[in-house]
């Protein structure tokens, strides 16, 4: 058993930036990230539904999806121990195939609440070239100690 | 974006708040989803690929926290269903309600709690928390809504909670296409 050496909080600090992630956008990018999701919106898998009625460009990335490369964007950084408690992203424009979109983030917050639980907040914004396309608030839990594990929280100890 | 405010009709302002669709999930949350996920997303998280992780991080396997919304999912088609099934019913009838053909989503909000498991079955239900006046963007004319959700599992557990920012819309007529 593998758990790789966690993010401990301190270790963080407010101005840290995350490592950019870089992802080419296909048509099965989108379609996978909409069918994984139960997403059978046609605008997300059918061009001329996309282009037509919607009036947009081409099928474009799902909200679940998004949140889902975000969540992923979070894990990469902190590693299997960091838990993301609550995300809010605001989509501002769409992300399509043949776009490059790109995640940047930006610690803004480090924190330990009452529970004793330790919280990073992170900016994060997806843009694709000169287009910021989302913008994301997120609290991840961390572990405060190398014995600390934030997905041992329950109940009155886990307050995202 | 312009604002042309105007009061929430009678029957509308009635549901905000009020718990609607309260639907229990067909079948119970299973790892094929998570790894469609995983693989969507090309995560390499070993809490979801590597089982001996999961038990010492979160006691065995879990589901992505953000796969929350798929459990709320209908499919596509089953026997005795009629027409396309939708999920997020409400907001779909308030796209009907305001003769609005288009929508996309704005925003996300999503709150976690216990985690997630193989085997748990899903229950939520909607509340329409908010619409907006009359509203023009680069996308057409229509308007805003809040919609939150509440997801809990078999034993009543608060799993998470999720708001959606809707914008229906109805395409200006110089740039035709919508039906």
């Not at chain 1, 963080?12 to 996978?32: A, I, K, N």
Request: with cysteine.
């Amino acid at each position: 058993m593998n758990v790789p050496t966690p993010l401990l909080l301190d270790a963080v600090t407010v101005g840290d930036r995350l490592p950019e992630l870089s992802v080419e956008v296909t048509p099965t990018t989108v379609v996978l990230g909409a069918l994984a999701s139960r997403d059978w919106r046609p605008m997300h898998h059918d061009y001329k539904f996309a282009t037509e009625r919607n009036g947009v460009a081409d099928i474009f990335l799902n909200t679940p999806n998004q949140a889902a490369w975000f969540e992923r964007y979070l894990t990469d950084w902190t590693g299997p121990l960091g838990r993301v408690g609550r995300m809010k992203f605001r989509m501002k424009d769409s992300i399509f195939p043949g776009d490059t979109m790109v995640f940047s983030g930006e610690v803004t917050e480090v924190t330990t609440d009452d529970a004793g639980c330790g919280w990073v907040g992170v900016e994060v914004t997806l843009t694709v070239g000169e287009r910021t396309c989302s913008s994301c608030s997120v609290r991840v839990a961390v572990p405060s100690s190398a014995d600390d594990n934030p997905w041992a929280r329950r109940g009155d100890r886990w307050v995202p | 974006m312009s604002d042309e405010s105007t009061e929430l009709p009678e029957d509308l302002a009635a549901l905000i708040g009020v718990s609607q669709y309260p639907v229990t999930a067909t079948f119970p949350v299973e790892r094929g989803y998570t790894y469609n996920t995983l693989a969507a997303t090309q995560n390499g998280n070993p809490l979801y690929w590597d089982d001996a992780v999961a038990e010492q991080v979160t006691g065995g396997m879990t589901a992505l926290p953000t796969t929350l919304s798929l459990w709320m999912r209908p499919h596509y088609w089953e026997p005795g269903a009629e027409g396309e099934q939708v999920a997020l019913q409400v907001h779909f009838d308030l796209k009907a309600r305001f003769d609005l053909p288009e929508a996309v989503m704005t925003d996300n909000t999503l709150i976690f709690g216990d985690p997630v498991r193989p085997g748990d079955v899903i229950s939520h239900a909607q509340v329409l928390r908010s619409v907006s006046g009359p509203k023009t963007t680069k996308l057409g004319s229509g308007r805003f809504w809040v919609i939150d959700i509440e997801y809990k599992n078999q034993d009543g557990d608060l799993v998470g909670v999720e708001s959606y920012t809707g914008f229906g819309y109805r395409r200006a007529a110089a740039e035709g296409g919508a039906a």
